[in-house]
């Protein structure tokens, strides 16, 4: 029987990047090379599944409904793996600037999936759930690595673009200071 799942994802502001989106039109090589930087603040995000009839999502963003494009998308991929339908509403708080360039969509993506995993109760890994973020992210156009970034936490280095998993992230060794 799916419940609820809670998780929390920080953001991560990129620095410096290079799209390198046209050297694959497969989402999960598809990427940016770059650097930045992953902060405290971040996407808090609860999500509760019920039996339905038919699917349906209803996103809540700081409280009032709102289409939360990625986070659907998210969900959308995991009730496909799951193979059912519910009913399923996400609740988001993000604690830091939304279109400021924090990554709050990446912060999303990953925060939902792991919560929507726990939710529908489907076997997947950290890998898994960053992989179906990294997609969602790519196919709705609203990242290219910050999912990577994210995952891996820090101050990195992407190297090589793509998927949690396929990507290569390199990181800094700085004190927390």
Known sequence: MPGV???FAP???SSFFEPIGAVSDEPLKRGA?????????GV?????VSESDRAS???LLNGEEHDSFVARRVV???MEL????????????????IGAGCGTSGASAVAVGLAAARAL?????YLGVGRIAHVSEVECGTGLGTVIGVMTGGVGLVVEPGAPGIGVVDRLLVDDD
């Open 5 to 7: 799942g809670k998780a």
């Open 11 to 13: 953001c991560a502001i």
């Open 33 to 41: 090379r770059g650097g930045g930087f992953v902060i405290d603040k």
């Open 44 to 48: 808090y995000v609860e999500v509760e």
């Open 57 to 59: 999502i209803k996103t």
């Open 76 to 78: 959308k991929k995991m």
């Open 82 to 97: 799951k193979g059912d339908v519910y009913h399923v509403v996400v609740r988001q708080r993000v604690d830091a600037p």
């Open 121 to 125: 109760r489907l076997p997947l890994t």
